[in-house]
């Protein structure tokens, strides 16, 4: 990490560490971010946003130098609902398509459980997320719209 550190300082010229934008913040145990230890060498700066409140509550307790995060779902920035399922790595603002999450994928955690309606915001629209040298989107599709 030290060569990466000189990298970015010395060779790049850079003061600050590359922002990467994370959108669909939630990290679980069994599928580590691959960014992680480079967010956590400050080598990158992260910025998640996570709309599940429980999902939330985890990331926040990982607030440390290198990483911000904001409960809000990146959107239109008009009202959406999240859809919560009894997995929470598949909850979405798109309601899951169970014939092929369920039928088709074998996955039985994409039933939905609840609903939240919230406040979307345009990822356009946060002052903070303007240089972001990366993006990475796990919208369960939502990416697509």
């Known amino acids: 990490m030290h060569n990466l550190r000189v990298l970015r300082e010395q060779v790049l010229g850079l003061e600050r560490a590359p922002l ?6 939630a990290s679980f145990d069994w599928d580590p971010q691959l960014f ?8 990158l700066e ?10 939330f509550r985890a990331l926040a307790a990982r607030q440390a130098p290198h990483r911000h995060y904001i409960q809000k779902a990146v959107g239109s920035g008009a009202p959406a609902t999240l859809h919560l399922c009894n997995g929470s790595h598949m909850n979405s603002l798109l309601t899951p398509n169970t ?8 996955y039985q955690t994409a039933n939905v459980v609840g609903t939240l309606t ?19 989107l796990d919208t369960q599709g939502t990416e697509l719209s």
Do not use: Y
């Open 20 to 25: 990467l934008v994370d959108v669909g913040a």
């Open 36 to 43: 992680d230890g480079l967010v956590d060498a400050g080598l």
């Open 46 to 55: 992260c910025l998640g946003f996570e709309p599940d409140p429980e999902t």
């Open 118 to 136: 919230m406040d979307t915001v345009a990822l356009d629209d946060i002052e903070d997320a303007e240089h972001a040298a990366m993006i990475k």
């Open 99 to 106: 014939e092929v999450v369920i039928d088709l994928l074998g």
